[in-house]
């Protein structure tokens, strides 16, 4: 009598690989499709007046090597993605810690009370930023009424009103992902060392950090290629002075018709998500070797 077992086993593939079809055909219809075109676009010449040569160079490549601007311009997109991240994990890091262990009744509400601004969109929540920290914003008046300061604080039209906008609009987005990653911490383990004889920062620093590590690491990675990526938040509140990869590359397609350019520096954007993503892999690789106590 012949096992049917074998037999079962060989007919799943096919079977799963059609349910995995109609997956595939989305992912490559609405990324790789439209990557492709993007990297098609990159290599090919721009003609003054607004016209593209069907070609192969690496003219838009080289102009963006060799130009101090553009090179300045990706120095201060993964700045900005690398000063947002550290910020935003640092003030979601608490507060997920918080809707992990707390025992409230009141938890799925306090949950919902942390992610609820990811319901309104971020070019309102920009908006509400600009009128916050402008020069006649509630800040700034609220200190002039203090007596604390006659002359406005520069929280606008630069870098830091960005990145304060952008550590507010992103704090839910990391809070989920830190939550989320937060399964393996347990309390009994935190006992054990307070147990034996180690202070609240030992415990902190010797498990409970290496235990959270990897939900830190994944919420940083999620900030950082939203803030790199972010277009809103810089134009409005950048007030035309914090250009970044994503405002230049609306810039040059729509302003100056220039796609090769526009395309060249999506590539670079692709390029420096990327590099973060290997990174990340490798942090997380080891944050978990040093959990597992290996």
């Known amino acids: 009598m012949t096992n049917p077992q074998p037999a079962r086993l060989r007919r799943r593939p096919p079977a799963a690989l059609g349910l995995l079809l109609p997956g595939i055909a989305a992912l490559i219809f609405a990324y790789v499709l439209p990557m492709a075109w993007v990297a098609r676009m990159s290599v090919n010449r721009f003609v003054d007046g607004g016209g593209i040569e069907q070609t192969f160079t690496g003219e838009s490549f080289a102009e963006i090597v060799t130009d101090s601007y553009y090179l300045q311009v990706a120095g201060t997109t993964v700045w900005l993605g690398v000063v947002v991240a550290a910020l935003t994990v640092v003030v979601a890091y608490p507060l997920a810690m918080f809707l992990v ?107 409970t950090l290496p235990l959270t590590l990897p939900g830190v690491l994944t919420g940083a990675l999620l900030v950082f290629v939203l803030a790199i990526s972010a277009y809103v938040t810089p134009r409005l509140m950048g007030g035309g002075r914090v250009v970044v990869l994503a405002t230049e590359i609306y810039d040059q397609a729509t302003n100056r018709l220039n796609w090769p350019l526009a395309a060249s520096l999506s590539v670079v954007l692709i390029v420096i998500f990327g590099v973060a993503m290997a990174g990340y892999q490798a942090l997380q690789r080891r944050a978990e070797r040093k959990a597992s106590g290996q």
């Open 101 to 207: 262990r707390t025992e409230s009744r009141f938890k799925g509400l306090l949950t919902i009370l942390a992610i609820a601004p990811m319901l309104v969109s971020s070019v309102a929540r920009t908006y509400g930023w600009v009128i916050v920290l402008g020069n006649q914003g509630l800040v700034n008046s609220f200190l002039r009424m203090l007596g604390i300061s006659d002359r406005p604080l520069q929280l606008s039209n630069n870098f830091t009103g960005v990145v304060i906008a952008l550590v507010q609009i992103f704090l839910p987005y990391a809070v989920l992902a830190m939550t989320s990653g937060f399964g393996r911490l347990d309390r009994n383990v935190e006992q054990a060392a307070a147990s034996l004889g180690a202070s609240r920062r030992q415990v902190f620093t010797r498990v």
